[in-house]
């Protein structure tokens, strides 16, 4: 049944997904999952959340597209709910996390020109995982995405994750950003450690470099605070969004501050970027997120799962080698056993989760997942686990 006109650039699982409901979804042969990849964070309501459904019916029937040549009031409320609830500031529309981030990296640029006409690099971390256009891929610090593409752009350079003198000799005046996930996603659910962030914080201010906080995965309410960078308490200049924020449909977002702010007419622009269709479903989905209990709710269920994943790997030592993450961004680290090769074996026992670097499986269910079905899914892993031969204490 899989007539595949597609291009080879994914390993897929082996089935056809039909359709879902909150956190469960069907194949078309009607094999039911649990859902703990949520799109890869992206549906954070669940799937065909009603109010979601009916907002973007509403909005279908008014209007779907309409150019940035005009005014349209669910981007100017969409941006104003942005603004107000992240770093203040200024909001411009996109429709991925890469294009957020290539948005962030002219806007460094520019940032930089008005300074000095050498100040244009921009430093990420090592094992990032920013995007996969040329920009956001030259900051992606991973040979596996880059090697076949290059020469990359030029004016990007790499320190290590969590190690600010790393950073130190990098430093000089012709530094204009430093671009960083606060939680590595790809790589395997690493968190920044508080330190670190502020110890970057504080070179960005003595040296005028725009810190940008790449949020596309652990952002939209995923950990339990709205942003990621909330529970660290550093501010970024610049903050990038994307997978959550449409709950589905694809929106992505660049927020920056006052310093940060510099693009005039004609220096960016996107077709499609902030239509009131996209802006539609980022209301609600930012509504939804922002009613009372909601976030308190993530915090409670995230540390759940955590708990009971740091049980499993107290009963499978030799398999689970270590525990990390926050809310509901959760990763496991194996010993022996390949991500992939336990993905697969998930999702035949009915648990849709997804492998990441460092040998981790990652768990990030949509943020309304019932406390009852974080159970389901553990007694899945523990059945995998058992599969796998791994030794119970
Ligand atoms: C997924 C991701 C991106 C890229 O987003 P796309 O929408 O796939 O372009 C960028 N940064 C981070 C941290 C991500 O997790």
Same mark, same amino acid.
């Given at each position: 049944?899989?007539?595949?006109?597609?291009?080879?650039?994914?390993?897929?699982?082996?089935?056809?997904?039909?359709?879902? !409901?909150?956190?469960?979804?069907?194949?078309?042969?009607?094999?039911?999952?649990?859902?703990?990849?949520?799109?890869?964070?992206?549906?954070?309501?669940?799937?065909?959340?009603?109010?979601?459904?009916?907002?973007?019916?509403?909005?279908? +029937?008014?209007?779907?597209?309409?150019?940035?040549?005009?005014?349209?009031?669910?981007?100017?409320?969409?941006?104003?709910?942005?603004?107000?609830?992240?770093?203040?500031?200024?909001?411009?529309?996109?429709?991925?996390?890469?294009?957020?981030?290539?948005?962030?990296?002219?806007?460094?640029?520019?940032?930089?020109?008005?300074?000095?006409?050498?100040?244009?690099?921009?430093?990420?971390?090592?094992?990032?995982?920013?995007?996969?256009?040329?920009?956001?891929?030259?900051?992606?610090? %991973?040979?596996?995405?880059?090697?076949?593409?290059?020469?990359?752009?030029?004016?990007? +350079?790499?320190?290590?994750?969590?190690?600010?003198?790393?950073?130190?000799?990098?430093?000089?005046?012709?530094?204009?950003?430093?671009?960083?996930?606060?939680?590595?996603?790809?790589?395997?659910?690493?968190?920044?450690?508080?330190?670190?962030?502020?110890?970057?914080?504080?070179?960005?201010?003595?040296?005028?470099?725009?810190?940008?906080?790449?949020?596309?995965?652990?952002?939209?309410?995923?950990?339990?605070?709205?942003?990621?960078?909330?529970?660290?308490?550093?501010?970024?200049?610049?903050?990038?969004?994307?997978?959550?924020?449409?709950?589905?449909?694809?929106?992505?977002?660049?927020?920056?501050?006052? !310093?940060?702010?510099?693009?005039?007419?004609?220096?960016?622009?996107?077709?499609?970027?902030?239509?009131?269709?996209?802006?539609?479903?980022?209301?609600?989905?930012?509504?939804?997120?922002?009613?009372?209990?909601?976030?308190?709710?993530? %915090?409670?269920?995230?540390?759940?799962?955590?708990?009971?994943?740091?049980?499993?790997?107290?009963?499978?030592?030799?398999?689970? !080698?270590?525990?990390?993450?926050?809310?509901?961004?959760?990763?496991?680290?194996?010993?022996?056993?390949?991500?992939?090769?336990?993905?697969?074996?998930?999702?035949?026992?009915?648990?849709?989760?997804?492998?990441?670097?460092?040998?981790?499986?990652?768990?990030?269910?949509?943020?309304?997942?019932?406390?009852? %079905?974080?159970?389901?899914?553990?007694?899945?892993?523990?059945?995998?686990?058992?599969?796998?031969?791994?030794?119970?204490?």
């Amino acid at each position: 049944m899989i007539d595949s006109c597609l291009m080879n650039t994914y390993n897929r699982f082996p089935s056809i997904l039909d359709h879902g !409901k909150g956190s469960l979804v069907w194949d078309i042969e009607g094999k039911v999952y649990l859902d703990f990849a949520a799109g890869i964070a992206v549906n954070v309501l669940g799937h065909s959340h009603p109010k979601l459904v009916s907002s973007l019916k509403k909005q279908a +029937e008014r209007m779907i597209h309409c150019s940035n040549l005009y005014w349209t009031e669910p981007q100017m409320k969409l941006a104003r709910i942005l603004s107000e609830n992240t770093i203040g500031g200024k909001v411009f529309f996109v429709n991925s996390g890469t294009e957020a981030n290539e948005t962030a990296i002219k806007l460094a640029r520019k940032f930089g020109r008005k300074i000095s006409p050498n100040k244009f690099k921009i430093l990420s971390a090592v094992n990032s995982f920013h995007g996969r256009t040329l920009g956001s891929l030259s900051a992606t610090a %991973q040979p596996k995405y880059q090697e076949a593409f290059t020469p990359l752009v030029d004016g990007f +350079e790499y320190f290590q994750f969590n190690d600010v003198d790393s950073i130190k000799p990098k430093i000089s005046e012709q530094v204009c950003a430093i671009m960083i996930e606060p939680i590595q996603g790809e790589s395997g659910i690493i968190p920044a450690t508080k330190e670190f962030l502020i110890e970057v914080r504080k070179l960005c201010d003595e040296h005028n470099i725009l810190l940008i906080f790449d949020e596309v995965q652990c952002g939209m309410g995923r950990t339990g605070k709205l942003f990621a960078y909330q529970n660290y308490g550093v501010i970024p200049d610049v903050l990038t969004i994307a997978k959550g924020l449409g709950g589905g449909v694809p929106i992505g977002a660049v927020i920056a501050n006052e !310093k940060a702010d510099v693009f005039e007419p004609s220096d960016h622009g996107s077709t499609f970027g902030g239509n009131p269709l996209a802006c539609s479903a980022g209301i609600t989905v930012m509504e939804e997120i922002l009613k009372e209990g909601f976030l308190q709710r993530v %915090q409670k269920l995230g540390d759940l799962l955590k708990n009971e994943l740091e049980k499993m790997k107290r009963k499978f030592p030799t398999v689970i !080698k270590e525990i990390r993450g926050i809310g509901l961004m959760i990763g496991m680290e194996l010993n022996q056993l390949s991500a992939k090769e336990f993905a697969a074996t998930c999702f035949e026992e009915g648990l849709l989760v997804v492998p990441a670097g460092n040998n981790t499986i990652r768990f990030l269910p949509p943020l309304t997942i019932k406390q009852k %079905q974080i159970k389901e899914a553990m007694k899945i892993v523990q059945k995998v686990l058992e599969k796998f031969g791994g030794t119970k204490s």
